[in-house]
């Protein structure tokens, strides 16, 4: 679990000379099964472990239900559940990270928060273009850092675009 | 002014403020100047203009007050012909108001209303044009009332300019008062000091001028001047809010006036009066600062006046007990009700200037307002002017408070334990926050009268627009709502009216050729039901086309497949679907498709819900429901498995527990419940909302009997948690709508609780029903 120490690092971000160019190129990465995924740092307002959800029937399945957070209420979205993965029982590293997207909060619950991490955009290559699966629609980019490879999601899709079949 | 102290800003906002509120509060008065024996709106509409242009002088607006200037001179001349006013002058008036209002909410921000000029100039010849049409038809038989139109604006024009020179000093007083603190929430003492040596001035003018006139009755230029001069005071004292003084100021301009226009005489017994009057101004600016004026004087002042008027008109002393009653400002809950006389000398009405503080009462209670009234400098106070972000704050605080009390006197940690004296204070406590929210919510409760003044006049240009006749009814506009629905619910309401003239009323031709009334008729309805507020918007027009929508739904893909067994309700419902029109042509009034899903989703952000009731040729009915509050309701808490649920405490009838027999199962799986000589259908929560219960078996849990509109039925769960005020919450717009569930609360263990929406559960359990 992600201890007030990281939460800290992410803070300190921002205290730097210039907030706008310290959030530039910077990722929050977390991993979901055997993967490292990644979304801008400047969308994320805090993270926490995982809570007490209080689903909510006729919703979306991939949102878990509901959090309360010192009185306010977050809606929780599973990443495992949206990507179409099994989902695993929550763990003490199973984090839920608070974003901001579209002026709502939403809390995004991962298998474990890894690091912030710089990738400049000269490291990240295009998303494959194959139309093998329609989660790829989600990714934005292949970021290398290293010898590794972080997947770098398109929040708003991930968590605002529709299926059609949806509307029914 | 464009460098202003903050002083002169809070005055300028609150002249803002309430010269909007006195444009909205009067605008659905417009309407009757069609009407024949319309004096008494047309003296109305004048008082907001003169009161304006009074203001706006003062404020050195003179954009504003030129305009209000030249409308003042437009209804002065109505006023004179009582006549009905043809549309097209009525237009006009309504573009003065448009015009005021813009103009006004300009000055809100930039504190003047300079950069409006050539506007003004546009606005000016419009009502110049008007005031031509007005007159010329008439012309003739008028001119021996009053004097032609260029002489009398040349005097009006001398009139201002004085009222101007004579607020000049004001004005500077007004820069020069560096700080504030005293008398009122802007009156500085400062401010008082300057006001009581203009206004002991004035007071010398006009008492000069009386005595020579008692001489020389026919000298009008010094009978204008003294009204002039008594204008003046009447205009200084009303913004002072001294509005005792105002009052008498104001029963002396109208005798001069009626003296101005050759309906008087001046004789000794007039001058005896005006003077005593002066003397009794006097005596109150003398008691003004060191005490509080004996408000005993003034009812004997009125009393005074009132005699010289019926003494000087033996003949028609018809003293008219007309109340009219001005919701002059809305946004206070407690208003301050000050004496005002109306009388009707014939032929020419007088004027009487309102200004925004003061209700009228009428003049038989003149005698109790010895003991009543509050001294003018309290007055004032009575009610205030608050931001509503203030309001909302504490409205947010208050709720958090409930929140954390029910948290702290529910506390786990109390459990099992035998605390008398806490429990005590806890309930205190609890009372007390009740209270508290209570008042809380009633500051911000308003009548919906001006939203549906508003829509008045929306109606009407609206068919205006479509060249239809329609008929406006409008009834219950004295319930009350949140402020802050009020206004979400505005939106909506335009749009339902808006389509219930474009797409309700059928075309003249078409009405008569149907036998219906050459007028179209729409209802405009608000009141209680249960704990929500019905807004219901009727019409008598074609109605909806059941067959044309289903159409229209299939071709924009919004449904599909078998369409006959879908209900009229469910098949109306689709007119708020996003891009959803039917109109062939788009007018711009409606027919763009934008407009209803509007209405329901802004319903829906209200907890509400748009019902939609149709005969096709016959018209159709809205009827928005909106709960009460917003914000918080009394709640049954219950729990099924792991989830616990809040029900609306109205919406619950009774709870019982099962016994054998009491239940049977019709083949296709529906079960009853018999209670008494009634049979509930049973509804499982734990079914329709697909969680795991403790039991499935009906007689270890608990039965709710819930009833929303007329229907009632047996609701199935674990058990009953308790009692418990909710403070409700979104569930947040990611989520958007549940079906079955209006929003979550807080419990008191921190725990999340889903607030059941009673009529769209029982909804959708009739359609699991049927699956």
Same mark, same amino acid.
Request: zero cysteines; aromatic letters at 8%; a negative charge.
């Given at each position: 679990m992600i201890q007030s120490d990281d939460l800290y690092e992410i803070d300190e971000l921002g205290t730097e000379e210039d907030f706008e160019n310290t959030l530039q190129d910077r990722y929050l990465t977390f991993r979901i099964g055997g993967e490292q995924y990644a979304f801008e740092i400047e969308y994320v307002t805090e993270i926490i472990g995982i809570q007490n959800i209080t689903p909510v029937p006729n919703i979306k399945p991939f949102i878990k239900g509901i959090i309360n957070l010192r009185g306010i209420i977050y809606p929780v979205v599973c990443v495992r559940k949206r990507f179409n993965l099994p989902e695993i029982p929550y763990n003490d590293r199973t984090c839920i990270i608070i974003v901001n997207v579209n002026q709502s909060g939403i809390g995004l619950i991962v298998d474990e928060v890894a690091e912030v991490l710089k990738i400049l955009p000269e490291s990240i290559s295009p998303p494959p273009q194959t139309n093998k699966g329609s989660h790829s629609k989600f990714i934005k980019g292949m970021g290398r850092v290293g010898d590794k490879i972080k997947i770098i999601l398109d929040i708003q899709k991930l968590l605002f675009e529709t299926e059609e079949h949806n509307y029914e | 002014m464009s460098q202003v102290d903050k002083e002169t800003r809070d005055m300028i906002m609150q002249f803002v403020s309430e010269a909007l509120d006195s444009l909205d509060t009067n605008e659905p008065i417009v309407e009757y100047l069609k009407e024949e024996d319309n004096t008494e709106h047309v003296n109305s509409i004048f008082r907001v203009f003169h009161t304006l242009k009074g203001l706006s002088g003062f404020f050195e607006m003179f954009v504003i007050n030129r305009v209000t200037h030249e409308a003042e001179t437009l209804l002065d001349i109505m006023r004179k012909q009582n006549k009905p006013q043809s549309e097209e002058i009525i237009s006009i008036i309504y573009s003065v108001f448009d015009f005021l209002r813009d103009l006004l909410s300009r000055v809100g921000e930039n504190? +003047?209303?300079?950069?409006a000029k050539a506007e003004a100039e546009d606005m000016i010849l419009i009502i110049r044009d008007a005031i031509n049409k007005v007159q010329n038809p008439s012309l003739s038989e008028e001119d021996f009332f009053f004097p032609k139109e260029d002489e009398f604006a040349q005097q009006e024009n001398q009139m201002i300019d004085e009222y101007k020179s004579s607020e000049a000093n004001m004005e500077e007083m007004l820069a020069e008062s560096p700080s504030n603190e005293g008398l009122d929430s802007f009156v500085s003492n400062e401010l008082m000091d300057q006001y009581l040596s203009s206004a002991y001035e004035l007071l010398d003018t006009a008492e000069n001028n009386l005595l020579i006139l008692e001489n020389d009755p026919n000298n009008y230029d010094l009978i204008s001047n003294t009204f002039r001069v008594i204008h003046s005071l009447k205009g200084n004292s009303g913004f002072m809010g001294l509005s005792e003084i105002e009052e008498i100021a104001m029963e002396m301009e109208s005798i001069l006036d009626s003296v101005r226009n050759k309906e008087l005489q001046i004789d000794t017994t007039i001058v005896s009066v005006l003077l005593s009057n002066i003397e009794s101004i006097r005596n109150r600016l003398t008691a003004l600062s060191p005490e509080k004026p004996s408000t005993k004087a003034l009812s004997e002042t009125l009393a005074k006046v009132q005699d010289a008027e019926n003494a000087s008109k033996p003949t028609e002393i018809e003293q008219q007990e007309d109340e009219i009653s001005f919701e002059l400002d809305v946004q206070e809950e407690e208003k301050v009700d000050t004496p005002e006389i109306k009388q009707e000398i014939q032929p020419a009405e007088k004027i009487i200037t309102h200004t925004p503080s003061q209700k009228s009462v009428e003049p038989k209670k003149i005698e109790d307002l010895g003991q009543k009234t509050a001294p003018p400098a309290s007055m004032a106070k009575k009610d205030i002017r608050v931001e509503t972000s203030k309001i909302d704050k504490l409205f947010d605080l208050v709720g958090e408070l409930i929140t954390i009390e029910t948290m702290v006197t529910n506390s786990p940690d109390l459990q099992g334990l035998e605390l008398p004296n806490f429990m005590k204070s806890a309930n205190m406590l609890n009372k007390i926050t009740r209270e508290l929210q209570e008042v809380t919510m009633s500051v911000r409760m308003m009548p919906l009268e001006n939203l549906f003044n508003k829509m008045k006049r929306l109606v009407r240009d609206v068919s205006l627009k479509m060249n239809k006749k329609v008929n406006l009814e409008i009834s219950g506009q004295e319930t009350e709502m949140d402020k802050n629905v009020i206004d979400e619910v505005a939106d909506p309401l335009v749009h339902i009216l808006r389509n219930a003239i474009d797409h309700g009323i059928e075309p003249l031709e078409e009405r008569l050729k149907k036998g219906k009334p050459e007028y179209g008729t729409i209802s405009l309805k608000a009141r209680y039901e249960g704990n929500e507020i019905l807004i219901i918007v009727k019409d008598d027009g074609a109605g909806i086309n059941r067959e044309k929508i289903l159409k229209k739904a299939e071709e924009r893909g919004i449904i599909s497949g078998? +369409?006959?067994?879908? +209900?009229d309700k469910e098949v109306f419902q689709?007119?708020? !679907?996003?891009?959803?029109?039917?109109? !062939?042509k788009v007018t711009d009034i409606s027919g763009?498709?934008?407009g209803m899903d509007v209405v329901r989703k802004n319903i829906e952000k209200l907890h509400g819900s748009v019902d939609v009731e149709s005969k096709y040729g016959e018209g159709s009915t809205f009827t928005l429901r909106i709960p009460l509050t917003l914000a918080i309701m009394d709640a049954m808490l219950i729990r099924v498995g792991k989830s616990r649920y809040a029900l609306p405490l109205l919406a619950v009838t009774e709870s019982f527990r099962l016994s054998k027999g009491m239940i049977s199962k019709t083949m296709d799986g529906l079960e009853v419940c018999k209670l008494r000589d009634d049979v509930l259908p049973v509804l499982r929560l734990h079914e329709i909302f697909g969680i795991e219960p403790d039991s499935y078996d009906l007689e270890k849990g608990i039965m709710i009997i819930i009833e929303s509109k007329d229907k009632q039925v047996a609701l199935f769960a674990d058990e009953i948690v308790g009692q418990q005020q909710a403070v409700i919450k979104g569930l947040s717009d990611y989520i958007g709508k549940v079906q079955g569930i209006t929003g979550c609360m807080i419990l008191g263990d921190g725990g999340i609780g889903l607030i059941i929406d009673i009529e769209s559960l029982i909804e959708l359990s009739e359609k699991t029903v049927l699956v």
């Open positions: - | 504190l +003047t209303d300079k950069d078998n +369409t006959d067994k879908m +209900t689709l007119i708020f !679907e996003p891009g959803f029109s039917t109109a !062939e763009r498709g934008v």
